[in-house]
């Protein structure tokens, strides 16, 4: 089956523009979460959302990221006045979270790039 | 702030021995442990996933969780240098829901 898709794949923008990322996850997982990774270090957990709960958003950065999921399916998360630390490859991962199956499978990521 | 620690390597292994990579975590009521597989340039893919006490093989691979010891491992039989890649150990936290990863560990494997 289909796996989890983002677009778009890269991204370049300019200090102070407003960027969105899309994530689509695999059909039927109620869990979506987010992540970003810079170059050669580990993942930095974002977000996260699980069914019609209030979304985790204890490790977004800042007030100029935001995330919503409509629908229980895809996400969008946005970043507002880019800086140049925002440049990462930014991941989105979804999961079954039911039946006791938790494994997250991830997107290809986005990487974005501020200049 | 719960956590998952792993050493960051790089761990060297010869083609055709065994890589042991090991990972504890700080959240004793954990249940879920996970295996993911980074090649440099691409996203984690998951390699194993365990839930209960013990061994847990597929293929080359085998996870091992001890919950009293607070320690889960991952053994590749026969490496390979396609296995030559980073390896993150994650954990669902027990509370909160989410997942944890660690920092993950650099294996390569020299021919």
């Known amino acids: 089956g289909a796996g989890v898709s983002q677009s778009p794949s890269n991204k370049v923008t300019e200090k102070g523009k407003d960027v969105e990322l899309r994530c689509d996850p695999i059909?039927?997982?109620?869990?979506l979460y987010w992540y970003r990774q810079s170059l050669g270090q580990g993942l930095e957990f974002l977000i996260y959302f699980q069914g019609n709960s209030a979304p985790d958003k204890s490790g977004l950065p800042s007030d100029r990221f935001s995330a919503e999921r409509t629908g229980g399916s895809v996400s969008t998360l946005t970043i507002q006045r880019t800086q140049q630390e925002d440049s990462a490859v930014y991941l989105c991962?979804?999961?079954?979270?039911?039946?006791?199956?938790?494994?997250?499978?991830f997107g290809p990521g986005t990487r974005l790039t501020v200049t | 702030q719960k956590e998952v620690e792993q050493n960051s390597g790089p761990l060297s292994v010869p083609e055709g021995a065994i890589a042991s990579l090991n990972c504890t975590y700080s959240d004793r009521g954990s249940q879920s442990f996970f295996w993911y597989r980074q090649y440099s340039g691409k996203s984690p893919e998951l390699i194993m996933f365990?839930?209960?006490?013990g061994d847990k093989e597929d293929g080359r691979f085998t996870a091992q969780l001890n919950k009293a010891s607070q320690y889960v491992s991952l053994l590749i039989r026969d490496s390979q240098p396609s296995d030559s890649a980073t390896y993150l150990c994650a954990v669902r936290d027990s509370s909160a829901s989410k997942i944890i990863f660690g920092s993950g560990t650099r294996l390569s494997i020299r021919p």
């Open positions: 991962a979804s999961s079954l979270d039911s039946g006791g199956a938790y494994e997250q499978y």
């Open positions: 365990i839930y209960s006490n």
């Open positions: 059909s039927g997982h109620t869990a």
